[in-house]
Structure formats: C-alpha cells, structure tokens
C-alpha cells in the first residue's frame, strides 16, 4: 500500500461510515501496557527518549521475504510497530524528521530487502524515538523498549522476561515464535498470544465496533506510521535525514527508494 491508496481508503470509510482501525499489537501488548500506564501518571517525569526493538532470524513465511508482494524488509515489517509504539507513549506528536540505515548481511541469497535496520524519528516536541530491526539475528525473538525520562526509566522485555529457562539435549516442540531450534538452553514462552496483546487487541475492536470504546489506533495513526516508513527507507537511501511535510520520492511502495539506490529495483 503506498500513501494515496491509505487516503483512499480512510476517505471511503468515512464517506460510508465505516469504523477503520489500525491493529497495533504493541499498544495491547500488557507489559508495554502497564510502562505507558507509569509514563502517564508521571512516573519518570517527561520521557524523551524511546528505545525498541524487535529481532529474530527471518519471517516464518516466504511472502515477507518478497518485496514485490511485501513491499519492504525488516524496516517495514517490524519498524512500523517499534514507531508506533513510541509515538503512543509520548502521547502521538507530530513528527519533525526521519534517519535511518539498512542493509542485507545475512539473508542476501533468499531477499532483496533489509534483513536489519534502525531509524532515529525525532518529534516535534523534541522527543526521540529510535527503533531497531533486525531479520538476521540467531537465537530465537527478542521484542523490548526502553523509556528514558526525566526522572526516572522503564525497561521492558516482551520475550525474555516472561520466559522459562529450559535446557533440553534433545529438543521439544515449540518454545517460542521465530526459534530455529530448541536444543540446548531456550527461553520457552508461556501466554504467547497473550503476552503479545492480540486477544486484548482483538476485544478492543469488538468493543469499538459496538460503540464501548473509542479507538486507541485509528486509521489516520496507521497512515502516519506508513509516511514514516517510506521516509526512513529514503533516509537509508540516500543518507539525509528526511524532513516533514514529506512526500515520497518513490510512492509505490516503502522500499522502493532503497532498492533504487541499490540498483535492485
């Protein structure tokens, strides 16, 4: 989806009077849930600095790896959650600029996009969001952010700190999405779903469409996240820092400016 198919798209839902919401699973997710919960009763003072990132060993599925179905790598498949949830901690500023940087290290033979990245987008309240991804990281998920305040910090571990730790020689079934293998030491998650926030997701919208709750994610957030998307993989392309208003170079989709700059495209 490129930006004027999402203003399409909001547009004819409202001409319909259709509800269209954004599923941001990291702003159901409990434990990101409860350190938004001490940010907005001021317990760290006024954050400034937001930290997540999400890391693994590839996609699970093949499109993801196929730009010209998924249309982008890392960056977008994991970017756009770590942003969002940055900008609902501060409260959902309007953004002032977009750095970032990309590459493929790992997984050059199976994808043309990013298998890592990591973007710097600065509000226009001065606050800072840096979000880092990464497709070729071994060892099972890593899903965790940090909020710096000031006074005070919070650090939450999706994964690892809700995790068994179990040593196995000979390997069992499952132990937790994105897991090459589970021989020897793993961190084996317990309320996987739950954990990630999708059932509260879920029932939020439910809630939502029956009128019991106004949306957390709207689909104008959803739009936001898309335009910095495309932004950061033109950063990454061209090595400015990408200011706002901002319309894309290349509007069909994310990563287009990237490949461009690659001589992929």
């Given at each position: 989806m490129n930006l004027d198919e999402a203003d399409r798209m909001i547009e004819a839902?409202?001409?319909?009077?259709?509800?269209?919401?954004?599923?941001?699973?990291?702003?159901?997710?409990?434990?990101?849930?409860?350190?938004?919960?001490?940010?907005?009763?001021?317990?760290?003072?006024?954050?400034?600095?937001?930290?997540?990132?999400?890391?693994?060993?590839?996609?699970?599925?093949?499109?993801?790896?196929?730009?010209?179905?998924?249309?982008?790598?890392?960056?977008?498949?994991?970017?756009?959650?770590?942003?969002?949830?940055?900008?609902?901690?501060?409260?959902?500023?309007?953004?002032?600029?977009?750095?970032?940087?990309?590459?493929?290290?790992?997984?050059?033979?199976k994808t043309r996009a990013d298998d890592y990245s990591t973007f710097t987008v600065e509000f226009e309240t001065g606050q800072i969001a840096q979000v880092e991804d990464s497709w070729s990281k071994p060892g099972g998920i890593e899903d965790a952010a940090e909020i710096y305040g000031t006074e005070g910090v919070v650090y939450c571990d999706i994964v690892l700190g809700s995790a068994m730790q179990v040593y196995s020689r000979t390997g069992f079934g499952y132990a937790v999405e994105k897991a090459e293998t589970?021989?020897?030491?793993?961190?084996?998650?317990?309320?996987?779903?739950?954990?990630?926030?999708y059932p509260q997701e879920m029932q939020h919208f439910i809630d939502c469409i029956?009128?019991?709750?106004?949306?957390?994610?709207?689909?104008?957030?959803?739009?936001?996240?898309?335009?910095?998307?495309?932004?950061?993989?033109?950063?990454?392309?061209?090595?400015?820092?990408?200011?706002?208003?901002y319309r894309p170079a290349y509007p069909n989709r994310p990563i287009e400016s990237w490949l461009r700059s690659k001589g992929i495209a």
């Open positions: 839902c409202k001409r319909a009077g259709v509800l269209l919401l954004y599923a941001e699973c990291l702003c159901f997710a409990p434990k990101y849930v409860r350190a938004k919960q001490l940010v907005d009763e001021g317990g760290i003072g006024r954050p400034y600095w937001i930290r997540q990132y999400e890391k693994h060993w590839g996609p699970h599925s093949d499109w993801f790896w196929d730009v010209d179905r998924s249309g982008g790598g890392a960056l977008l498949d994991m970017g756009c959650h770590g942003f969002e949830f940055a900008r609902w901690v501060f409260g959902k500023p309007a953004v002032k600029s977009v750095t970032a940087t990309c590459g493929t290290f790992v997984h050059g033979a589970t021989k020897g030491w793993s961190h084996t998650i317990f309320e996987e779903n739950w954990m990630y926030g029956r009128g019991k709750a106004q949306p957390i994610e709207t689909a104008e957030d959803g739009r936001i996240v898309l335009e910095v998307i495309f932004a950061a993989y033109e950063s990454a392309a061209t090595g400015k820092r990408i200011d706002f208003p």
